[in-house]
């Protein structure tokens, strides 16, 4: 029986960054439009 290979999920893999021993994440809503946004955003 042949599996078809599995995608990586691809919004998991532009929030987080792998390390040495666990994963990081990023801040949610810094992605884009922020030049109308407060700074604490």
Known sequence: MIVPKLKTN???SKRFRK???SFK???SKR??????????V
């Open 19 to 21: 390390t040495a021993k």
């Open 10 to 12: 691809s919004g998991a």
């Open 25 to 27: 994440h990023y801040k």
């Open 31 to 40: 992605r884009h439009n922020l030049g109308h946004k407060d700074r604490k």
